[in-house]
């Protein structure tokens, strides 16, 4: 990570701040939070398509599949609301819990909501490592649920907050990084486990793997400090100085500490920070906060993380090749990441947006294509050649790599990065509840949605990745290397959003926090 990844960029105030080993470890440490949650969204896809899980969970969906010859429809195969429910069910429970995370996170600091993730997230591995029944399995999908919804309410917006304002782009890229690891991780185990071990075993030591990311966030939140605006908030200011020139390993942090003990203030002074939020100030802000993770689950990309063995087995691999393919694209997830790290202060948040969606439409319609040629619409492909096969894999695994640097880390630092602090608990709540919203629609409709649109389950996506272009390109201002403190101002320069900032509004920007009540 050193060298170009974290060049500081220029524009706005810059607090001085040294790029820190501590500041990397504490970091690390919680972005593995994201490990949590890259696990969770990669494990599913292959158990569900593991033969003896079907055969244990959802005997129909089993008979079903089994059943189907190569010369029958293949779209409707995997076609069960059920099935779908064990995928889904997990991200309704994040929904619900992050909004009380966001409340946890207010009263008693980030650093106890990460511990309580972790908790949650042992507890949900071990029941459905031992589940006995799809009673069970659904109880613990719930749990690791409520700790996923924990984890992204707090790990975001204490990564902007560690991190020097300069290098807060890249830092904020590793909770991204550690998702797309942490669906590699199970992407590998899924297919070492169905092909060495195979039986009950495999899709047990699958889903009950889900304890290690558990355990390292517990861990890891065990050693780490709050940060200094969490300190700030709960009265206690020497500690939170004390972090911030440890954070910052300079001898001066007076301006920084001043400005975040101002923009706390600020914020205790908001009652109902949830009514607020709604205040025509925020507007453009707030629009963001809805589209951005909308959008980002409209790319389609869970189709492929969750669903990808159930895609591959569709148009006709074997069981394990469908895992491998799976695995493959899990290794391109994460490495594209890392283009986004390295690119994302320089760059810009805009071009990465754009250059990564048309990457993304460009795949989609040849994969269109591709199915729509072989399987028509009758889902019967008859034989598929190797090179037909390699081919769509290829294509899949470049949209894949679109959505890793471009809608995948940038849906959670853009919305992360854009509120002042007096509502930024609030907005994180409204972007983590979007996301689980729009990942439990894709992850629920997804087997009925390919089994009645066909080949044209990649267009409907296609449309939305055109329209969400459209929408960053006219409507996002580019926020790269503006410290959070300042933020407002680029709205406020923004020929579309300058107009729900009136002379009034400028004042309380720059007014005393006890003026802002009167505002
Ligand atoms: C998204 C997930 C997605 C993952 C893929 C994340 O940013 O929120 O829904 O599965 O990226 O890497």
Known sequence: MAGGALAPTSGGKQYPGKFTGRVLLTCIFAATGGLIFGYDLGISGGVTSMDVFLKDFFPDVYQKESSVKPSDDQYCKFDSQILTLFTSSLYLAALVSSIGASIATRTYGRRPTMMASGLLFAAGAIVNGLAKNVVMLIVGRLLLGFGIGCANQSVPIYLSKVAPSKYRGAFYMMFQLFITIGILIANLLNYVLARWVGG????????????????????????LSDSPNSEIERGNYEKAKDLLLKLR???????????????SEKAKLVKHAWLNIFKRKYRPQLVFAFCIPMFQQLTGMN?????????????????????????????????????????VDKLGRRKLFLMGGTQMLICQIVITIAI????????????????????VVAF??????????????????VP????PLEVRSTAQ???????????FIIAQIFTAMLCHLKFGLFICF??????????IHKLLPETKGIPIEEMTTVWRNHPHWRKYFDEDDAKVETSKPKDIVSA
């Open 249 to 263: 390993k300079v001898d001066n942090v007076d301006e920084e500490f001043n400005d975040l003990v101002e923009a």
């Open 200 to 223: 009950d075993t495999a899709w047990r030591l699958s889903l009950g793997g889900a304890i290690v990311p558990g355990l390292i966030i517990l861990l890891g939140s065990c050693f």
């Open 303 to 343: 189709v492929i993380v969750f669903y990808a063995p159930v895609l591959f087995k569709t148009i006709g691999f074997g069981s394990n090749a469908s895992l491998f393919s799976s695995l493959i694209t899990g290794i391109v997830n994460m490495l594209a990441t890392f283009v986004s790290i390295f690119t």
């Open 429 to 439: 709540s409204i972007n983590v509840s979007i996301n689980m919203i729009f990942t």
């Open 462 to 471: 296609a449309v939305c990745v055109v329209i969400m272009s459209i929408f």
């Open 416 to 419: 992360s990065e854009i509120f």
């Open 372 to 391: 729509a040629m072989k399987f028509g619409l009758s889902g019967n492909p008859g034989a598929i050649s190797g090179s037909y096969a390699g081919a």
């Open 396 to 413: 899949i695994c470049i949209y894949v790599a679109g959505f890793a640097w471009s809608w995948g880390p940038l849906g959670w630092l």
